[in-house]
Each structure stands twice: as structure tokens, then as C-alpha cells.
């Protein structure tokens, strides 16, 4: 541990270039060492090293599962059990040979992760977490009471792994055979890491909602979790029949399930190398304390207590900032020069966009939403304003699918339909939003919060070839140029949490318009802004709205409402209390009482009581 | 008929157990969104400290009541402060650390208890003396024994007594205060920490009183009877909505006949795939369990 | 001696430093705003006095007390409320357990608990009728008088109160200023975060203007209003417009 810190820390001061120097030594030292080990340890010593091994492997699976889409997995056994099962049945009454049998168990432990994930990625993380294990438990559970998979006993004599006619027995064999499977999951699952579904899944990690918001497909992207992590879970199944002949349910238990997770966690979640020295750590550790024989288990728990007080994100972290860092200079061709690339059509001006047609919604018993009806078209600067709890934030939700409204419709460009669409596809369509409380992808620099933006673009995404792809370089000039056009040019390569408040309202929108909207719905944009930052973004709006996008706000800022708006809608108590031309509806009783309050008023001093200023009791 | 009150009975006396441990996972829960692995533990710790006090005191003669009232006293407090002391060493520094690092310390603590019980005990079983009678009443044909009314019974009596504590009392307002909002719950003067302590105090006395109860009822013990009562406890706090007490009592209750019936009309090999079953349908049409958390959505 | 002295704080998140050496006094009856722009350390300002964040170095003395290492329940304690960004009322208890949750420190008495929730509700009427219904159903200017007023159930010497008219409607902002000023009144002392330096400015004695984690400017809120650098970057006006001819309360309200 002192080691690493140490390089850590001579990691981090060094430049770019000496860092990757000094990693590629050390993956280079890792190579050579893993190669040699079999000249230096005995057969038990080798053995432990095949365990060792196969718990990475495990370990790089759950870590896609649990590392990179931040799902709480305590069932992940089963894939390897399904994994080492369906090998062991084929091989045993199909007579197919271990490559044979491979490509077959994937697909059965993908088709697993699919049954396993459809029905229950919506429930949240905890619950998630009892389910995986309940399905765990189901799986071992099956596999001890069906004859066919030998019951209690297991099943026997399950031949070895053959590579170009020899049988791999030997232990130094088995290790051999296990680095090469462990180096391509090493490879598998970095690409994942890299792939623009791996951004996709570090943005749902952050923030759910706000990934579905600007076009995240979250269950289908959950469910790639599930699947990729159980291939890799599948394949260390394999291993481990061609290793020993025979399996039994008590190789699979949740114990085994924990044990992955220890690996994980000790080692770094979504960190590589993490997963490599947390199984070292979780399998050699309690035969290190082999000389302690009745005690091993009990300090390994408390060496895990107490790793974990220590260094509570794990031995090896993901470095975060990493990317970024070789970054610092956009390159030559990164320069936001280039023009916005085509998308979709631009509408024309007064074209009808929205309609939103006598739209309802209850809470529990409150009337969120009473019968609102309102149209948006092209080139519009539309304000809604109301008191706290009239139901604004709510009419957005019903527009952007976020919430379905019990009654009414919202019609896009006066044909379709979004009633019961999902979020995600709502931004497809063309409808991009921002929230109340910023909701950025804090730890993903700014272009890459923009990139997740862009996925509502890939359609192709969802194939695995888009899947696995790298970001282009149109891809990068289009996130540079919405990022210079909010202004924030030089901001790319910094995290969302470095910037500033008002920098961060901005990269909301530029997010939002990488989606290339046609209507954009801000949601309190200048909350908590000073009046410099609100001349800035007022000016933004308006650039918006002459690239055509018709943009709706909800704000309480009256001095910008009354700048910005050609049209007002009041809501009150979630009906519609006024609506029209800025000054008009500014001048309205209704208004007045409802929300602006009285100009007498002004005066805290004026001896009035708060129900009075409120109209509360008159 | 008969068989099916039999199994109702039983159901009811298991439903009891999983009722009262499945309160401390919900409530810890509720109070620092942590699924606690070591309650299970907790359980089990209160239970060899029962036996190691029946077993020593059954020589005096003293009467069943004294023993059972002893036992339990020494089982609830020795889970008290053990459940204080898991909670400062092991929870506090890292409440505010990564989530799955408290998760870990939790799985580290739970083996470290087991091990530790194994060390002590051994790793077959050990037997409480038979003190209870055996003797009971009839009903329908189904026997139900006075054991197995005193369990019953004095459960839901613990579990009134806890609920009213939290609905009613300042303390408990507390608690359910900074379930919601930690820095909130400091602006009012609480203290936090201690409060967490209290809450694990709480969640640990019943499960220390479950465990000695256990012991009495089903004699044999041994380490790792945490586990599995755990799960099944810990499943009946997700199914009840987590964080909401009733909600965890009734699911407790539900769990414990659910696994009576399959026993009875399946088979016991299979009664845990049909506990998880029952859980994964009721979260997919119920996301946040049958009786919800206490959420309320904002407009 | 002031009611509050801070005297060179500094605090960091992490390694970032979000306090760069704040010093500040709140007199005895005074109300005393803080401004500046977001990420300047207004509510990390109000979070370090109160305890909810430590300080790294400085000193904060509460009423000749020394209470830069408090706990912020012992702080709570010792008379000083806090209405945090948001207004954190608890969503899942009703408005009567939220009011005497602010009365947790006085629970043994429960008269004077019951004294003090009726005080609250002659302030705000409104309460009384929502008194069963959860907090998390009431509207957003509700939810403010419910937060400030768990406050008072504490009676306490010095309020913090951090963006009180934060995403409120302008009615509501104008309520919000009645009740500060009804709470001077009572002999309580406020210090104030607010981003609306319009509202602030006129409520206040005095003023502080931070800027990443310094205090840049200080004196009378008058004098500050007339300072060209806060009409500019505060108050969104030109530094020769007269401010008189400006609303008070709410910014822009003129066209």
C-alpha cells in the first residue's frame, strides 16, 4: 500500500508524457513477473495463483456491473455459475469441446443477464442489491435441487481445456490458459470503458434522471451493464470447470458472490488494475495467514474492517482527472472553427412546436396540474411564471416525460403525440431541457458532459459496433463548438464540479443543445445568479432563439421575464391564471395578488403583517 | 385443515423472529441508508450469550420465569453494546466515504463475528437446555404450544413499545428526522452521532432479544445461524418498503408464513427460492415495497 | 464586545480552499447581510459559523465564547439558529412535529414547547391550518415561514438565515422581508446570506461583500448601496443612475 501511494504521488507530479512512461514500465514489470511466476512457485503456490487469476477475472466482470455503472450487484455468482454449468453440460452430453462450448455459454449467461436485468433495472440501487441477490440464491438454489445438474453432488468428469490437442492439465498450464482469458477481459472490458457507452454509463452513476433527460436510454444502458459483466462472469465459469472436472452448488454460494465484491471494492471500483490487486489481495491474503490456521478468517475480516477505515475508495482508485489532464490545450483541430454540423431540420419561424392541450396531474390528492392548455411555436421566447407549487416544474415534467399526466395531451409540431413517451426519446424528438437545481455529470470534464448529449443523436448507439465506438472527431468539434457558443471554449477539459455557478447553468445548456433541440425548456435559469451572469445569459437566450429554437422558461426574475419574453403564462395553483404580452399580464390584478405582490409592499417597514403582504388574510 | 393452521402456527412463531430482526435492518437503514450484514450476527451473538447464561444459572433452580427474564437482560444488553461498539468503530468514520466502503466494513464485521463465535464455540452446535414446556392448547386440531404464544406475544409487545417510541416520543421524532436530513437534524439540536448510536441500540437489543428467544424455542445454535435468518429478516425489511417499521413487522410476519406453507406444501429445499420469487415479483410491480418507503413527492 | 465575532476563517473542501481568511462581527440586535456571487463562500460562511462545516483555522466567538470547534447541536444549543439553503424542512412530518423538532433542546418542558409552537403560529396563521399536513406538501413560500419558524422555536440570540428568497415568488420575497424585520423586533440578531442584493441591501444595518472566500468590501448597507463597484456587479445598475429611483425589493421590476 506504501508503495502505491508513493507512486501515486510521483505519478501525479510528473508531465503527462513521464507519467506514461512510468505507467507502461509498470504494466511492462506487471507483464514479465505474471509470465515468470511459474519458474519461482511450487504447485500449491501455483494453485493459489490460478485462483488468484480467475477471482480477476471475476473481479473486471462485476467491476463493469458495479464499477462503471454504479449498480450494487450481490448476486454476480450466478453467471458464474451459469457459465460453468452450461459448459460442463455440453461438454458432458453434447460432447463439444471447451472452445466449442464457449461461445455457447456466453450467449447463455447474456441471456441470463437479460432475464435476470429486464424486469427489475427500474428499482433502485438497494433494492436492486437484494434482488441480484435473490436471484443468486434462485440460481444456486435450481442447480442444488434439479437432477440434471447432478443435484447437491455436482456434476463429474468434465474434460479439460485442449489446446492444439493437448489436454491443459498441469497447474502452470491452467495459469497460462487463465492469464490469457484474464488479458482479454483486461482488453474487453477497457474498451467498454472507453466506448461511448461506458460515457453513458459513468452519466447515469452520476445522475439518472439527468442522463435520461438528455437521452440516455437507461434500462437498455443498465441492461449492456448486466450483459457485458455477465460474459466476462460466464467465461471465468469455464475456467474454473475445465480446471477441477467437476462443480458443485457450493462454489456458487453468496459467500462466492461477497468474495467478487470484496475484490471490487478493496481493489477500486472501475479501476483495472484495482480488480488485479484486490484478488491478489482477497485470495493470497487469508493463505498468507495460513500459519495462523484457526484465527485466518477472523483477521482477514478485520484486515477488510480496517483497509476499508483507511482507505475507504480502495487500493488503487480510478484517476479521474486523468483524461483531462492530457488534455489541457484543445488540439488544432478540436477548434470550435467548424461550423455546427447539419442535423435536424430547422422549422420555420411561427411554426407551430408545442401544443399543450388541458394537461392534469395529480399528487397523492394535490392537484399539481389543473387543465393547462398552451401552444409554442418557432423563434418564441415563452416565460411561465407563478408562485412556489402553482405547478411549473410539473408542467414541465409532463412535457418532457419525465412525469405522464393523468389527462390531456402534448402534441409535437401539432401531430405527434408525447404522451407516455420516455424521457430519453422525448429529446430525440427535439424537445432538450435544463433543471432547477443544476444537474451536470460532476465528475466527467465538460466536453464529455456535452458528449452524453449527444448519444440522443446515436440512434445507432444502440448496436454494439456504436456501442463500442470511440468518440470521433466530429463528435469533439461538435461538443467544442456549443461549448464555445455558451462561452466556455477554454473550459472543456475542466470537471463539471470546477466550474463556476454561472459556468455550470451555461454547460447545462450547451448539454442540452447538443441534442441539436427544436424547443428548449429552461427550467429557472437564473436562480441564484448575479446580475452580471444574468445580463450573460439573457444575451445567450436570445443567440438561442435566433438559431430558431423556440425556447420556454420558467424563472422568477421578473426584470429578465419582462426582457426576454414575447409571451407570459401565469400559473397559479396549477391553472392558468393570465397569459399574453409581458406588459399586459405584468399589469394584471390577478398577477398581482397571485404573485407580484404590491409596490406598498416593497417597504418591509410599512407595518403590515406577513398574511398581509401574502393575501393570506386580508 | 389441520395441517394448514399447523403451518399457520408456525408460521406466526417464525414470523415473530424474522419480524423483530427485520425491524433493526430497516430501521439502520432508514437512519444511514446501510444494509447492515452484521445484524444477522448481532442475532446470533445474542443468542450464545443466552445460552452461556442458561446454561450456567440451570444448576441453581431457579425458576423458568427468573432464567428466561436473566437470559434475555443479558442477551439484549450484551447485543447493545456490541451493536454501539460495531457502529463507532466500524460505521461512524466512514459515513461519509464512498457507500460501498460501509458496505464492505458491514461484510467484514458480520465474518469477523461468525469467525469469532466459531473460535469460541465451535463450528457444530451447541444446545440450550430444554427449560421451556412443551405443553400447549389445540386449535382447529393444530397444536400450538405456550412457547410459542410466549413468542408471540412478547415480539408484538417489543415491537409496540418500539413503534410508539418513535412515533411518539421527541427521541424517536429525532430519529425519524434525521433519517431525512442529517444537517437539518443538527440545526435542531440533535446529536446526530449519539442518535445514530441509539438507533443501532435499539436495532441490536431486538435482535439480541430475538436470539436468546430462538435459542430457548429451537434449542440448537451455532455460528452461522445469522446467515440465513438474516437474509430471510433483511428480505422481509426490503419487502415491507425499507425504512418503514410497520411495514418491516408485517413483512416479517408475511416471510415467516410464507416460509411455513412452502416448507409444508413444497419442500423446505426450495422455501428460499420462493421467498426471493415472491420479492422480486411484489418490487416489480411495487418499486419501493408493499407498503412503500415514507416519501413524499414534491410538485 | 459583539454578539458574533469570526475572525480570520479559512475552511477548505478538500483541497480547495472555499474560506480565505472571513473575519466578521454581528452586533447585538443587528441585521448584517453577506453578498457576493455564487462559489464567493457566502453559505460556507454560514455552515463553518454554525458547525455543519469545521474550519481549518480562525476563530469564531459566539457571545464571548469560543465556539469555533463546537458541534453544531451544542452551537444550536448556545442560541444560534440556522435556516440552511433550501429550507430543509423535513418532508415526511407534519408541520406541528417539525415545529417541535425546532423545539427538540427544550423537549422535557413541554409547556414551554407548546408557548413557543403558539408564538409561531400567531406569526404565521397560515401554519395553524396546515398543522397535520406533512411539510413536504406545502408551497414553497409555506415551507420558508415553516423553516424560519422551527428556527424560533429555539429562541435563539443570533439567526442565520441563508438565501431566504431563493426561487420564491416576488410576493414571498416581500413577506420574507416582513418577517426578518418582525424577528429584529424580538430582540433576535440575523446574518444574512443573500444572492437578491437588492432585498438585502435594504433590510440590513450592514454589509459584507465576499469574493472567492474574502471579504472585498464592508460597512453601512446604505453607504455599500451607493458603492459603484456593488451597483455594478450586485445590483445590476450603472453607477450614476440615482438607486432611489430603483424598487427596493424586487430587481427589475421597472422595465
Known amino acids: ?618 | 385443515m389441520t395441517a394448514f393452521l399447523q403451518y399457520l402456527v408456525n408460521g406466526l412463531t417464525v414470523g415473530s423472529f424474522l419480524a423483530l430482526i427485520a425491524l433493526g435492518y430497516t430501521m439502520i437503514y432508514g437512519i444511514i441508508r446501510l444494509i447492515n450484514f452484521a445484524h444477522g450476527d448481532v442475532f446470533m451473538v445474542g443468542s450464545f450469550v443466552g445460552y452461556a447464561v442458561v446454561s450456567t444459572v440451570v444448576a441453581q433452580h431457579w425458576p423458568i420465569a427468573l432464567i428466561i427474564i436473566v437470559a434475555m437482560l443479558a442477551g439484549m444488553a450484551a447485543t447493545g453494546v456490541l451493536g454501539i461498539v460495531i457502529e463507532g468503530v466500524a460505521y461512524q468514520p466512514l459515513l461519509n466515504k464512498p457507500r460501498l466502503a460501509i458496505l464492505i466494513s458491514a461484510l467484514g464485521v458480520s465474518l469477523a463475528l461468525e469467525e469469532g463465535a466459531r473460535i469460541q464455540f465451535g463450528a457444530g452446535f451447541s444446545s440450550y437446555p430444554g427449560i421451556l414446556p412443551t405443553t400447549g392448547f389445540s386449535i382447529g386440531g393444530a397444536h400450538a404450544s405456550y412457547a410459542q404464544l410466549g413468542v408471540f406475544v412478547l415480539s408484538l409487545l417489543m415491537m409496540l413499545a418500539l413503534y410508539l417510541f418513535v412515533q411518539r416520543t421527541p427521541t424517536g421524532t429525532a430519529m425519524r428526522a434525521l433519517a431525512m436530513d442529517r444537517d437539518a437534524a443538527r440545526l435542531m439540536g440533535i446529536n446526530v452521532e449519539r442518535t445514530i448510536m441509539l438507533t443501532f441500540l435499539l436495532g441490536s437489543v431486538l435482535a439480541g432479544a430475538a436470539g436468546v428467544m430462538q435459542g430457548l424455542y429451537y434449542i440448537q445454535i451455532n455460528f452461522i445461524m445469522g446467515f440465513a435468518i438474516g437474509l430471510r429478516a433483511f428480505t422481509a425489511a426490503v419487502l415491507g418498503g425499507i425504512g418503514n417499521l410497520p411495514g418491516a413487522m408485517v413483512a416479517g410476519f408475511l416471510i415467516g408464513l410464507i416460509q411455513s406453507f412452502s416448507d409444508g406444501y413444497i419442500s423446505s429445499n426450495w422455501s428460499d427460492a420462493v421467498i426471493f420469487g415472491v420479492l422480486i415479483a411484489v418490487l416489480i410491480f411495487k418499486p419501493t415495497g408493499i407498503f412503500g418507503e415514507r416519501v413524499v413527492e414534491r410538485v | 464586545m459583539a454578539l458574533l465575532t469570526v475572525s480570520d476563517l479559512h475552511a477548505y473542501y478538500g483541497d480547495t480552499a472555499a474560506l480565505r481568511g472571513i473575519s466578521l462581527e454581528v452586533e447585538q440586535g443587528e441585521i448584517v447581510a453577506l453578498l457576493g456571487s455564487n462559489g464567493a463562500g457566502k453559505t460556507t460562511t454560514l455552515r463553518t459559523i454554525t458547525g455543519l462545516q469545521r474550519a481549518r483555522s480562525g476563530r469564531v466567538v459566539y457571545d464571548d465564547t469560543d465556539i469555533t470547534r463546537s458541534k453544531a447541536h451544542t452551537i444550536v444549543r448556545m442560541g444560534v439558529g440556522h435556516v440552511p439553503e433550501g429550507r430543509r424542512i423535513f418532508p415526511a412530518l407534519t408541520v406541528e412535529e417539525n415545529l417541535r423538532l425546532g423545539g427538540y433542546l427544550s423537549r422535557r418542558s413541554p409547556k414551554v414547547v407548546a408557548a413557543r409552537r403558539d408564538a409561531v403560529f400567531d406569526l404565521f396563521p397560515r401554519l395553524v391550518e396546515r398543522r397535520s399536513q406533512l411539510g413536504g406538501t406545502l408551497s414553497g413560500g409555506e415551507q420558508q415561514m415553516l423553516a424560519i419558524g422551527r428556527a424560533m422555536m429555539n429562541e435563539p440570540q443570533l439567526l442565520a438565515l441563508d438565501e431566504p428568497s431563493m426561487g420564491l415568488a416576488p410576493i414571498v420575497v416581500k413577506a420574507v422581508g416582513v418577517v426578518i424585520r418582525q424577528i429584529r423586533e424580538r430582540g433576535t440578531s440575523v446574518l444574512m446570506v443573500e444572492q437578491n442584493a437588492r432585498q438585502a441591501l435594504a433590510l440590513a444595518d450592514r454589509a459584507y461583500v465576499l469574493e472567492t472566500g474574502r471579504i472585498v468590501l464592508e460597512g453601512p448597507a446604505g453607504e455599500l448601496a451607493k458603492d459603484a463597484r456593488v451597483r455594478h456587479a450586485y445590483l445590476g445598475g450603472s453607477a450614476e443612475e440615482p438607486l432611489e429611483s430603483d424598487a427596493p425589493v424586487i430587481s427589475g421590476d421597472t422595465p
Request: proline share 5%; with cysteine; aromatic share 6%.
Open chain 1, 1 to 618: 500500500m506504501a508503495l502505491a501511494n508513493a507512486l501515486r504521488r510521483g505519478i501525479s507530479t510528473e508531465s503527462p508524457q513521464t507519467r506514461l512512461a512510468l505507467r507502461a514500465s509498470i504494466t511492462l514489470a506487471a507483464c514479465v513477473i505474471a509470465l515468470l511466476i511459474p519458474q519461482f512457485l511450487g504447485d500449491y503456490a501455483m494453485s493459489v495463483a490460478v485462483t488468484v487469476v480467475t477471482y480477476a477475472i471475476l473481479g473486471l466482470g462485476l467491476n463493469v456491473v458495479v464499477g462503471y455503472a454504479g449498480l450494487l450487484d450481490l448476486g454476480y455468482a450466478a453467471f458464474f455459475a451459469i457459465g460453468a454449468y452450461t459448459s460442463a453440460l455440453l461438454e458432458l452430453h453434447f460432447s463439444l469441446s471447451f472452445w466449442e462450448a464457449l461461445p455457447i455459454a456466453i450467449v447463455a449467461a447474456a441471456v441470463a443477464g437479460c432475464i435476470i436485468g429486464y424486469p427489475t433495472l427500474r428499482l433502485r440501487s438497494d433494492y436492486l442489491a437484494i434482488v441480484t441477490l435473490g436471484f443468486g440464491e434462485i440460481v444456486r438454489i435450481t442447480v442444488t435441487n434439479l437432477n440434471v445438474t447432478g443435484g447437491p453432488n455436482g456434476l463429474y468428469g468434465i474434460p479439460p481445456a485442449g489446446v492444439f490437442g493437448h489436454s491443459i492439465v498441469s497447474t502452470n498450464g491452467l495459469y497460462y490458459l487463465g492469464l490469457f482469458f484474464m488479458v482479454l477481459a483486461i482488453a474487453f472490458t477497457g474498451l467498454l470503458s472507453r466506448s461511448r457507452l461506458g460515457r453513458a454509463w459513468r452519466s447515469l452513476r452520476e445522475d439518472e434522471t439527468a442522463s435520461e433527460a438528455v437521452g440516455v436510454p437507461a434500462i437498455k444502458v443498465k441492461l449492456m451493464a448486466y450483459v457485458m459483466g455477465a460474459i466476462v462472469g460466464a467465461i471465468a465459469g469455464m475456467l474454473f470447470a475445465a480446471r477441477f472436472g467437476t462443480i458443485d452448488p457450493t462454489s456458487f454460494t453468496y459467500n462466492t458472490s461477497v468474495m467478487i465484491l470484496i475484490v471490487v471494492i478493496v481493489g477500486g471500483m472501475g479501476s483495472i488494475p484495482g480488480m488485479l490487486l484486490g484478488a491478489i489481495i482477497v485470495i493470497a491474503l487469508p493463505e498468507l495467514l495460513r500459519s495462523v490456521s484457526n484465527y485466518r478468517m477472523l483477521f482477514f475480516a478485520l484486515a477488510l474492517v480496517a483497509l476499508m477505515l483507511v482507505r475507504p475508495e480502495g487500493l488503487l482508485p480510478p484517476r479521474r482527472t486523468r483524461r483531462g489532464a492530457y488534455r489541457a490545450q484543445p488540439p488544432p483541430d478540436e477548434a470550435p472553427s467548424s461550423p455546427a454540423p447539419a442535423g435536424r431540420r430547422r422549422p420555420g419561424r411561427g411554426e407551430l412546436l408545442l401544443q399543450v392541450t388541458d394537461v392534469s396531474h395529480r399528487f397523492g390528492g394535490v392537484r399539481a396540474v389543473d387543465g393547462v392548455s398552451f401552444d409554442v411555436h418557432a423563434g418564441e421566447i415563452v416565460s411561465v411564471i407563478g408562485p412556489n407549487g402553482a405547478g411549473k416544474t410539473t408542467v414541465f415534467n409532463c412535457i418532457t416525460g419525465l412525469v405522464t399526466p393523468r389527462s390531456g395531451d402534448v402534441r409535437l409540431g401539432g401531430t405527434r403525440s408525447l404522451r407516455g413517451v420516455k424521457p430519453h426519446k422525448v429529446v430525440r424528438l427535439g424537445l432538450a431541457r435544463t433543471f432547477q437545481g443544476i444537474r451536470l455529470f460532476d465528475g466527467l470534464d465538460a466536453v464529455e458532459n456535452c458528449l452524453v448529449g449527444l448519444i440522443a443523436h446515436q440512434s445507432r448507439m444502440l448496436s454494439l459496433g456504436g456501442l463500442l465506438s470511440r468518440t470521433t472527431r466530429e463528435d469533439r468539434a461538435r461538443a467544442m463548438y456549443w461549448l464555445d457558443f455558451v462561452g466556455l471554449a477554454d473550459r472543456g477539459h475542466l470537471l463539471a464540479s470546477e466550474l463556476s455557478y454561472g459556468e455550470r447553468r451555461r454547460l447545462e445548456i450547451a448539454r442540452a443543445l447538443m441534442s441539436e433541440p427544436q424547443l428548449l425548456l429552461l427550467d429557472e435559469p437564473a436562480a441564484g445568479t448575479n446580475p452580471t451572469e444574468k445580463r450573460e445569459l439573457m444575451s445567450l437566450v436570445k443567440q438561442v432563439r435566433d438559431t430558431g429554437v423556440a425556447v420556454v422558461l420558467i424563472e422568477h426574475d421578473m426584470g429578465l421575464v419582462m426582457e426576454l419574453s414575447d409571451r407570459v403564462i401565469v400559473l397559479d395553483q396549477g391553472r392558468i391564471i393570465a397569459a399574453g404580452e409581458p406588459q399586459q399580464v405584468r399589469d394584471d390584478p390577478r398577477v398581482i395578488d397571485a404573485y407580484l405582490g404590491r409596490e406598498e409592499d416593497d417597504d418591509p417597514d410599512a407595518g403590515k403583517s406577513v398574511e398581509e403582504v401574502l393575501g393570506w388574510r386580508s
